[in-house]
């Protein structure tokens, strides 16, 4: 292993969800310090393809490598950091906000170890770029919805990874907020971060990517330099001339289909 | 008979150190429960164990360890069914509630024992407990204590977020399996202590009584281990000197009566924090147009009376619905 292998390379990828094909003959590559945003309609499988790049959804067929280890080998989870899609950072019990942001420093914590000076430091840094370090000591849910994206930004900031995969960071985040998430995203950028971003609308994340993929049915429909918002959902991804906004024809449907009894499992 | 005639009393001190270890054990999983939205499991393993002590009953073992045995298998289906399924927690939870307990009544009658005998482990019988239950006891409690407070960075990350402790490459999987088998065996260790009707309250309980005050998730898990052992023993003792009191229902009514004092201090906590959070910076109303009070009746201060609130870099005093933002010799509406 490198560290000029390439950070993510899919190699003919496919995931199946409760038997049924939803990505198929799925190729991507992302190289070092890239920032790739995926995008698409709802129901297309961006969300599905950044879950299989990090383990959470099976790969049916094809090849996952990361950071050129093969997918079943790999283990430096460190230099992975993930932004679930949620919309909330709270659970049952009350957690700090600090609390939460180092439990994203696990991927460099040994058993049974307090949180060394380094840990700390690493912690306070993430704080800061996401611009929470005053709020450290309150209650995560009594922050603002954005504010609790970002926190969940800077628990995956906290491990120092190398490659951040974000699922929808922007979804249901005001204006604001969404510009405080682009100035950590552009901190991180210019520290050599590769990034792969799953976004329905880039709004002001858009400066800063280098390259869109967009899905549509499963299949990667377009691979190339980035598209202003509204083009994604073209036929023609933007031609000249047809800047306009067309009914996408295909009916929006989920591909997961709801399974009841208590041991039917989705896989 | 006085106080210390009855703490010399073997059969009391054992109780005592039985109450201790249970008030300790029990909230330390309870947290993790609580903080997953499984508050019930606790109730559903207890249930399960019903089965488990029934099952030592008929074959003249001892029930604590067949208990123990049935309340692990039951926890570890309980996540299968979690884990595999598209199923809730709480369909889980449901399914064995009542096979457990249904298994339970029906292996006590199979095994020719009255109902007075399954009621021990129903509704505990703390004083009964022998020398020998007291060391298991102590030992399982510090099993479990070890672990939940040991291991807190780890279950508290997968507690919080699933995907993203999986992601961060922990196994998700041994860790739930981990937490759900301590949540078994401090339901059998409370089984002598409270009874396995009333276990779960001593796991929940606590946990709901010090999240309306605390703040992060290890005072909460600190706090509540406290408010555990005040309750288990602190309801010992009462029901020591009463007569006609039961040590397990004490117990668990004590715990609730923390619950609900410090509920109304909760509800306060949070409307003055309500209060108080910062109006945002970048309100765009308060560009729009410049307001200003007319005659103001006072000066706006630290001791006016009038609620302060951060906006931006300066102070607004939020005064009969309106905010008032000093500027100059006046007050502007924001």
């Given amino acids: 292993m490198t560290d000029t292998a390439l950070p993510v390379r899919l190699v003919d990828g496919a995931v199946a969800i409760g038997g049924r094909p939803i990505l198929r003959g799925i190729d991507l590559t992302v190289g070092s310090g890239e920032f790739v945003a995926l995008m698409g309609a709802n129901g297309s499988g961006k969300s599905?393809?950044?879950?299989?790049?990090?383990?959470?959804?099976?790969l049916a067929a094809g090849e996952l490598h990361l950071f050129g280890t093969p997918f079943?080998?790999?283990?430096?989870?460190?230099?992975?950091?993930?932004?679930?899609?949620?919309?909330?950072?709270?659970?049952?019990?009350?957690?700090?906000?600090?609390?939460?942001?180092?439990?994203?420093?696990?991927?460099r914590r040994r058993l049974l170890r307090p949180l060394s000076r380094s840990d700390r430091r690493a912690i306070h840094d993430a704080l800061r770029v996401v611009g929470l370090d005053d709020r450290a000591r309150d209650g995560v849910s009594h922050l603002s919805g954005g504010q609790q994206q970002r926190v969940l930004i800077a628990r995956a900031l906290a491990g120092e990874p190398d490659l951040f995969f974000l699922d929808e960071p922007t979804a249901g985040v005001d204006l604001p907020n969404q510009h405080a998430l682009a100035d950590a995203l552009r901190q991180l950028k210019g520290r050599?971060?590769?990034?792969v971003l799953v976004a329905h609308e880039l709004g002001p994340l858009a400066p800063l990517v280098d390259r869109a993929v967009v899905m549509r049915d499963g299949r990667v429909a377009y691979d190339g330099p980035p598209l202003a918002d509204h083009e994604v959902h073209h036929p023609d991804f933007g031609e000249p001339h047809t800047h306009h906004h067309h009914a996408t024809p295909a009916a929006q449907h989920d591909h997961a289909p709801d399974v009841a009894a208590p041991l039917e499992g989705p896989r | 008979m006085s106080g210390l005639e009855l703490f010399a009393l073997p059969f009391m001190q054992r109780a005592l150190l039985a109450a201790l270890f249970t008030g300790l054990a029990a909230p330390a999983v309870g947290t993790y429960l609580v903080q997953r939205r499984l508050a019930l499991m606790g109730?559903?393993?207890?249930?399960?164990?019903?089965?488990?002590?029934a099952l030592g009953l008929l074959t003249g073992t001892s029930p604590t360890w067949t208990a123990v045995v049935v309340a692990v298998l039951g926890a570890i289906l309980i996540e299968v069914i979690r884990e595999r399924g598209?199923?809730?927690?709480d369909v889980a939870l449901a399914l064995l509630f009542y096979g457990g307990l249904a298994g339970g009544v029906l292996l006590t009658g199979l095994a020719d024992q009255s109902a007075a005998s399954l009621q021990t482990y129903l509704f505990g019988s703390i004083t009964t407990i022998s020398a020998t239950d007291v060391l298991v006891t102590m030992g399982l409690a510090a099993v479990v204590i070890a672990i939940a407070v040991g291991l807190s960075p780890q279950l508290f990350a997968v507690a919080q977020?699933?995907?993203?402790?999986?992601?961060?490459?922990?196994?998700?999987?041994?860790?739930?399996?981990?937490?759900?088998?301590?949540?078994?065996?401090?339901?059998?260790?409370?089984?002598?202590?409270?009874?396995?009707?009333?276990?779960?309250?001593?796991?929940?309980?606590?946990?709901?009584t010090t999240q309306q005050v605390t703040r992060s998730f290890r005072s909460t898990l600190g706090a509540s281990m406290v408010l555990g052992t005040l309750a288990s023993v602190g309801g010992l003792v009462i029901a020591a000197f009463v007569e006609r009191v039961a040590p397990g229902p004490t117990i668990v009514l004590l715990s609730l009566a923390g619950f609900v004092v410090t509920w109304p201090l909760g509800i306060w906590l949070r409307h003055r924090q309500r209060l108080r959070a910062p109006f945002p910076a970048d309100d765009p109303v308060a560009d729009i147009e410049h307001h200003s009070t007319g005659e103001h009746p006072h000066e706006h201060g630290d001791a006016c009376g009038h609620i302060a609130v951060a906006h931006g870099d300066h102070v607004d005093y939020v005064h009969d619905g309106h905010r008032h933002a000093e500027h100059g010799k006046h007050y502007d509406e924001h």
């Fill in chain 2, 86 to 89: 598209h199923t809730n927690g």
């Fill in chain 1, 48 to 58: 599905t393809l950044v879950r299989a790049l990090t383990g959470l959804r099976p």
């Fill in chain 2, 43 to 53: 109730d559903g393993l207890g249930h399960v164990a019903v089965t488990g002590v």
């Fill in chain 2, 161 to 208: 977020d699933q995907e993203f402790a999986r992601v961060a490459g922990l196994n998700v999987r041994a860790y739930n399996l981990l937490v759900a088998v301590l949540a078994a065996v401090s339901v059998t260790v409370a089984m002598r202590t409270v009874g396995l009707l009333l276990v779960s309250a001593l796991m929940v309980v606590p946990v709901a």
């Fill in chain 1, 192 to 195: 050599g971060a590769t990034i």
């Fill in chain 1, 72 to 107: 079943d080998d790999f283990a430096a989870w460190q230099r992975i950091g993930f932004v679930p899609q949620r919309t909330s950072a709270s659970s049952g019990v009350p957690a700090s906000v600090w609390e939460v942001v180092a439990s994203g420093r696990l991927t």
